[in-house]
């Protein structure tokens, strides 16, 4: 079974960068790794999805590393309203959907 | 945009009864998933659903849970016997594809979610 951990909460300031790691391990060889976005009461929203290498949209990158055992988010510039919860999600060896422990970010004017 | 719905928003019920939680996936959408989120814990992954079968389920999702696709709109969760501890949120997703096929790309699509809370 796959294992992810990510920090519990991280804190930052409008526009800066912030860069937000999950680990996992066992992860499919031949499955991509998702990042979402959780409102307080709401749904996840995707925000970036990638296999390998760096992948990047218009509200995010992310990075993952040759051996894929971690991936990088990274929100260029936020703002208030970037503050949320952040979600991994991988799947899993045995084609089970894994979410990550979940990193709540705090953006402060 | 096309969206996932939920009904209902809340739903309030006493422990043994059943409940059923039905969800509208976007209409093009192939695969179908169920999620929980305890109270400020992470969010779960219960079931995956394809081609009127279950794929893939978590250990959560154990012989009180099910899961049906009665038409070609909603698909629902049922819990048959309620208990405390299924006091959740839980969540319905779909997909136009699925990471199981290989190498292929897909976007989960959230719904708002139900309240459940077992009294």
């Known amino acids: 079974l796959a294992k992810t951990t990510q920090p519990i909460s991280m804190d930052s300031y409008e526009g800066q960068e912030v860069n937000i790691t999950c680990s996992h391990n066992?992860?499919?060889?031949?499955?991509?790794i998702t990042w979402y976005q959780q409102f307080p009461s709401q749904g996840p929203r995707f925000i970036i999805q990638?296999?390998?290498t760096k992948v990047t949209n218009e509200v995010a990158s992310l990075f993952i590393p040759a051996d894929r055992k971690s991936s990088t988010l990274s929100l260029p510039r936020v703002s208030l309203s970037d503050t949320a919860v952040y979600y991994c999600?991988?799947?899993?060896?045995?084609?089970?959907?894994?979410f990550g422990t979940g990193t709540r970010l705090q953006v402060f004017p | 945009e096309p969206e996932v719905t939920q009904t209902p928003s809340h739903q309030v019920t006493q422990m043994g009864q059943e409940v059923i939680l039905r969800c509208v996936p976007i209409?093009?959408?192939?695969?179908f998933y169920w999620y929980r989120q305890i109270l400020g814990q992470k969010v779960e992954f219960l079931v995956s659903?394809?081609?009127?079968?279950?794929?893939?389920k978590s250990e959560i999702f154990d012989d009180q849970f099910s899961v049906e696709r009665p038409d070609g709109s909603n698909f629902t969760l049922k819990i048959r016997s309620t208990k405390l501890e299924d006091s959740a949120m839980y969540f319905c997703?779909?997909?136009?594809?699925?990471?199981?096929?290989?190498?292929?790309?897909?976007?989960?699509?959230f719904g708002p979610g139900t309240r459940l809370t077992v009294t």
């Open positions: 066992n992860i499919a060889t031949n499955d991509y």
């Open positions: 997703a779909s997909s136009a594809s699925s990471e199981a096929l290989s190498g292929e790309s897909y976007e989960q699509y």
């Open positions: 209409s093009n959408h192939l695969y």
């Open positions: 990638g296999y390998k």
């Open positions: 999600l991988v799947g899993d060896d045995t084609d089970k959907l894994i």
């Open positions: 659903f394809y081609n009127n079968e279950i794929s893939e």
